[in-house]
């Protein structure tokens, strides 16, 4: 989002006082450097963690922690009632509490009662401390508040422990407050206990122990669905081919793969226990007959030494597995088709086809080329169902198309209200 007067939005950034502070100055940054009017918001105690110079000099504006400073601007009202989303990083166990129980002890909480914009928690703690029943009970009433409290990523910890309570990475935090700023009701807790397989990236077929076919993919989509899924409470397993993504999304158990063969033995594995199964990824269709051992050589003019054999669809082959009952009968199968149109029909002909030929519940369609769609940010395209209905999906962030997919994955599944959890 380029920094337009238009575009340009208040975002409050409240900081708790936890290890994980410093990673919330390049939370900061990706704000900043979209030209938003930032304001960060420290508690008392995240002060010994970053000093108030730092904040100072990364949003460009004065920073306070208390209430009473500034009370001729009557700061601790308007800072939140002129936000157009509130971050709190690191939500801290302590900082949760107080703001479930609606306290206003200091500036921070009391921003978080005058704000009426999509607010979003992205704690950081020891994993019992997450796991308490305190804390599982404090999450759901801020998600029952309207709140968005993410689920947090697994890993090392402060010290040597690891586990469930890592803060995820600064640029996913972006990706969800970008995600949130474009769509507020993007992220409702409405998949707790759905299961999601889902494929990603592009698969890379080996020549030789040097060479690979591969494609363009970026694998950003996929991913983007595996985030948004597992922000609303899904438990997703993510099918990772070839990508050019950072790192793993928080709270998605990651399966990296490399060719064809191998991603659609993990698929048809995931799917057997999964609600959902999607297949984001660009699956290469044929493979090398031979892999050599050594790297290949020019050699003389001749024949070509590739031959290509065909990859199995690995999608058709999931909704067969489906008709013959090796997967559950109501397993939502969703399919993506990158088209570009040709003499024989436009995109949305091409797409209707396919949709056909795959047996999958929903395809969702892509228009390609003239570089659209592969390794872009932004997209646009439709979801084509299997009852003949057509959703049209706006310009904009593979994170905003992939909320608007889950919303119609969620209306197939059977059990996807689920009651609001913590554990995710
Ligand atoms: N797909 C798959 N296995 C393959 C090829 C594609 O599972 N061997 C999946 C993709 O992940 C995607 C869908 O099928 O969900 C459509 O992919 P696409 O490349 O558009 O279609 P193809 O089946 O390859 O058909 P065509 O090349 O004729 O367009």
Redesign the pocket.
């Known amino acids: 989002m380029a920094g337009t007067d238009d575009n340009r939005r208040h975002i409050l950034i409240g900081v708790g006082g936890g290890i994980a502070a410093y990673k919330v100055c390049s939370v900061i940054r990706h704000f900043t450097e979209a030209g938003h009017d930032v304001r960060v918001v420290p508690t008392r105690s995240a002060l010994n963690f970053v000093g108030k110079a730092t904040f100072e000099a990364l949003s460009g504006n004065p920073v306070t922690t208390d209430v009473f400073d500034d009370v001729d601007e009557v700061a601790h009202v308007a800072l939140g009632r002129q936000a157009d989303l509130v971050i709190v990083a690191p939500a801290t166990a302590d900082l949760m509490s107080r703001a479930a129980a609606g306290r206003a002890d200091d500036l921070l909480t009391a921003s978080l009662l005058t704000a009426r914009c999509p607010v979003l928690y992205v704690p950081a703690m020891h994993t019992e401390m997450w796991e308490h029943p305190a804390t599982v009970a404090n999450v759901v009433t801020l998600r029952e508040h309207g709140a968005t409290v993410m689920t947090p990523a697994s890993g090392r910890l402060t010290g040597a422990d690891t586990g469930a309570g890592r803060l995820p990475e600064p640029d996913e935090i972006g990706l969800i407050g970008d995600l949130l700023l474009d769509r507020p009701d993007a992220l409702p807790y409405d998949l707790s206990g759905v299961r999601m397989v889902i494929?990603a990236g592009g698969t890379r077929e080996a020549l030789d122990p040097v060479r690979y076919l591969g494609n363009h993919s970026s694998g950003k989509q996929g991913y983007a669905l595996a985030r948004a899924a597992a922000q609303r409470g899904a438990q997703v397993t993510l099918v990772s081919g070839a990508v050019s993504e950072p790192g793993d999304p928080a709270a998605v158990d990651v399966v990296h793969v490399d060719s064809?063969v191998q991603l659609g033995q993990q698929m048809q594995t995931f799917a057997k226990d999964a609600d959902v199964v999607i297949?984001?990824?660009?699956?290469?269709?044929f493979r090398p007959v031979n892999v050599s051992g050594s790297k290949i050589k020019k050699g003389a003019d001749g024949p070509s030494p590739i031959q290509l054999s065909t990859?199995?669809?690995?999608?058709?082959r999931l909704v067969a597995a489906r008709t013959d009952g090796e997967i559950a009968a109501e397993t939502v199968i969703v399919?993506?088709?990158?088209?570009t149109g040709d003499e024989n029909g436009g995109v949305l002909d091409h797409g209707r086809t396919?949709l056909a030929r795959?047996g999958c519940d929903l395809l969702v369609v892509n228009a390609v080329g003239d570089g659209r769609a592969f390794g872009t940010d932004d997209n646009t395209g439709w979801i084509l169902a299997a009852d003949g209905s057509e959703t049209s999906l706006p310009y904009g962030s593979k994170t905003l198309m992939a909320s608007r997919i889950l919303d119609e994955v969620a209306t197939l599944v059977p059990h996807g209200e689920g009651a609001p959890d913590a554990s995710g």
């Open positions: 494929s064809a297949m984001a990824a660009a699956v290469a269709d990859n199995p669809d690995i999608l058709a399919g993506f088709a990158a088209e396919k795959k």
